[in-house]
């Protein structure tokens, strides 16, 4: 019979969400509820260790799985797993971390399967970073890449093995263990690895519960000013070009604005702060400041890049669609994707430019107008 035993009982202080990060959503479920479901067509009984003033919210959650019990967590990851072990029935136990939602069904599978053949599964990924021992803030030593794995969860073993090696740990004083492989390679044996999966992660900090993507949409339109306001002082712009997507365009006719007027950028800059949360243009970057007078649309750009990779993101792709009848702008189609795929670190660019066949303002040439969409990656 396999048992699971799942540690719940943190606080999940580092995430500083206002509910303990286990009951928090992702991908439409709980942490806890994801992880419930992915034992369950694995293990006869399920071992949820959680802390009491949790009890009233966890027990709700077992209720679909029949085989689920909830037992009091302690101070440390390593007291609740104890405290998890003395109520297993079951002849292998794997421990896994209810902060680790995505673990594959392969990756439960293989554990319980080394159990069977070597007395452990450990799953594990090798280390992509060059690791060092550091001490007092030097580096001791960097031990082989090669020999270096990343211990994730689930850690499976034989249950009265693995009970034994806590009880020793207790009777040794000995709480510096931050997983159950630890616990079995100093009283038993050599634990034995399994591959583990990169999505199968531990969600620990804020970002890590941040949404995989987020799309944004933003939408420009300036008017073509008439020679006759220019020379009143009416308008206030370029005479014989225009920019779009930081790009000099000759035109005969120029787009009205207080800053420079690329309206391209204008949408593309609305659409990056809508997809992170954050107010239109108008409010960060108001037209009646004298500081925006004339300014280059491409250094606000900047700025909102700055925000979205502030708040946790990067651009994936951009998609600019811009309506004008005038000037001819296909010649310039491949620099303002250059412009702006430079401008948002390398991200991939579309710009589409069409005319409105005549109709309406943007066909009577009053105008120009210009749509983004752009994704965002989490970090
Ligand atoms: N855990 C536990 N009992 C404890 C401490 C932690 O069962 N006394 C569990 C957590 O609920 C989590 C897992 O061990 O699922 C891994 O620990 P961690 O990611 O550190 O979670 P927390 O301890 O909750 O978070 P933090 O350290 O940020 O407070
Ligand atoms: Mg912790």
Known sequence: MVSVILCAAGSGTRANLPENKIFREVCGLSLLAH???????????IVVACRAEDEAHVIPLLAPFPQAVAVRGGATRAESVQRALAAVRGE??????????FVPAKVIE???????????????????????CVIDGKIDRIPPRTTLFALQTPQGFFTEELRAAYRRAAEDGRHDFTDDSGVYAAYIGAPRIVAGD???????????????????????????????EFDRGIARCNLN???????????????????????????????????????????????NDPAYLGADSMELLERVRKMVYGGGFFVQNASISILA????????IGQMRQSISAA???ATVGVAAGTNEKLGYVGEGRGITAYAAVLLGAL
């Open 35 to 45: 992880v419930l479901s992915a034992f369950a067509p694995f293990a006869e009984e």
């Open 92 to 101: 292998i136990v794997l421990v896994h971390d209810a902060a680790r939602p």
């Open 110 to 132: 293989d554990c319980i399967e080394s159990v069977k053949r070597f007395g452990s599964g450990v799953a594990a990924l090798p280390v992509t970073d060059t690791t060092a």
């Open 198 to 228: 990169r999505a199968n992660r531990k969600l620990t900090f804020p970002e890590d519960f941040a949404p995989p993507a987020r799309v944004g949409f933003g939408v420009d339109t300036h008017a073509f000013a008439h020679r006759a």
């Open 241 to 287: 070009y225009i920019r779009l997507c930081g790009v000099t365009i000759p035109s005969d006719r120029a787009l009205e604005a207080h800053s420079d007027g690329d309206v391209a950028v204008h949408a593309l800059m609305d659409a990056l702060l809508s997809a992170i949360g954050e107010r239109d243009i108008g409010h960060h970057f108001p037209e």
């Open 325 to 332: 009848e005038t000037p001819r702008l296909a010649p310039y």
């Open 344 to 346: 948002l670190g390398g």
